[in-house]
């Protein structure tokens, strides 16, 4: 894992406690594009299964996890695509 | 008294538009993949709506970011509400909100779309 996806990591599993937590490194995919820059980390899809985000919307849910990685977006993380599910939501997948 | 001034601007945008789109390019030519998705569900749905490209606008660029208190762009609204990004929009549009929403704010979709 990278330095930002570690600290991803380790931000959200502080903020939210998940059951499940998936951080996926898609900056490749973006090469060239805005915000890519050499060395990678721009852009991640991340997964979070939480029982934090019972009864809250998703747009509550995912300014919930942009204020946990608040740091990391000032600093050039550009694009972080999430899948923010309680466990009960997960389960029914 | 400390509200940026470019608020007013983009409540004037939001109170004018039925279905706004904040976003990077225009609805012809997205400059993300990220517009793009919403661009095309949009356009799934036969929603007109107008898009602002917040590229060519640095005062507007960091301006909506605050003014929605999200950090990423597209942003959608519609009929005055913040309804997300491009994720969300993709999920409600999967699962039929997203129409939903549309009809219950009395915007119009094409037939068939």
């Avoid at chain 2, 942003?75 to 990004?85: A, N, P, R, S």
Wanted: aromatic residues 8%; proline residues 4%; contains cysteine.
């Amino acid at each position: 894992m990278g330095k930002v996806a570690t600290t991803i990591d380790s931000k959200l599993r502080e903020a939210f406690s998940p059951v499940r937590l998936a951080i996926e490194d898609e900056s490749s995919k973006h090469h060239g594009h805005a915000g890519w820059r050499e060395g990678g980390e721009t852009h991640f899809r991340v997964e979070i299964v939480s029982q934090a985000f019972e009864g809250k919307t998703r747009v509550a849910r995912q300014r919930l996890v942009y204020a946990a990685l608040k740091a990391e977006l000032d600093a050039g993380l550009h694009a972080l695509a999430m899948e923010t599910l309680t466990p009960a939501e997960d389960a029914k997948r | 008294m400390s509200e940026p001034q470019v608020f007013e601007r983009i409540r004037d945008e939001i109170g004018k538009n039925d279905v706004l789109l904040f976003m990077k390019g225009t609805p012809v030519f997205p400059q993300c993949g990220f517009s793009a998705a919403v661009v095309d569900v949009l356009s799934q749905l036969g929603v007109k709506f107008h898009g602002v490209n917040i590229l060519v606008d640095p005062e507007l660029r960091q301006g909506i970011k605050e003014f929605s208190q999200w950090p990423t762009i597209p942003q959608l609204y519609v009929k005055g509400e913040f309804i997300g990004g491009c994720d969300i929009v993709r999920e409600m549009f999967e699962t039929g909100e997203l129409e939903q929403v549309f009809k219950e704010k009395g915007v119009a979709l094409a037939e068939a779309a």
